[in-house]
């Protein structure tokens, strides 16, 4: 969702997408986390030479995420929330996979059910279906503002 503002100065400002980063560790993990169980493709590699520091890009459908080898990019242990549709299918999807190291639950709240998933470097991801208590009484979605 984009949000316009007309600030002070008259321009639009359209944010287009958010992609968070996630620091890394070892890319043998990452890739059986990230592609092989979360079912993500790689979009891109780059290192600055060979046997420097990998920084990729994975995706599945709209979920992208930045994973770096690299110290500075980011802090482990940091959580990323994603809405989506289809939250079961995705739980029944990665129950059914050989991944020894997780076995994710389902979890219901006020905001809807969700699906959380640490990677091997201690990242997590918050899959979450808004339920019906997170829609405006209205029934309309909910918008976002700029003060």
């Not at 639009?12 to 079912?39: M, N, Q, S």
């Not at 080898?69 to 482990?76: F, L, N, R, W, Y």
Request: net charge negative; proline share 7%; with cysteine.
């Amino acid at each position: 969702m984009s949000v316009r503002c007309d600030a002070m100065s008259g321009m639009t400002i359209d944010f287009h997408r958010t992609v968070p980063v996630f620091r890394i560790f070892d890319v043998a993990k990452a890739h059986e986390f990230y592609l092989d169980y979360l079912g993500c493709t790689v979009d891109w590699e780059h290192r600055f030479e060979p046997g420097m520091p990998l920084y990729t890009q994975v995706s599945r459908g709209d979920l992208v995420l930045h994973l770096s080898e690299h110290h500075g990019d980011a802090t482990p242990g940091s959580t990323v929330y994603t809405e989506l549709t289809g939250v079961r299918a995705l739980h029944a999807e990665l129950a059914g996979k050989n991944y020894p190291y997780l076995r994710p639950g389902l979890e219901q709240d006020e905001i809807g059910t969700s699906l959380t998933l640490t990677d091997p470097f201690g990242n997590r991801l918050r899959f979450n279906e808004p339920g019906a208590a997170a829609q405006p009484s209205d029934g309309a979605p909910a918008t976002g503002t700029c003060g």
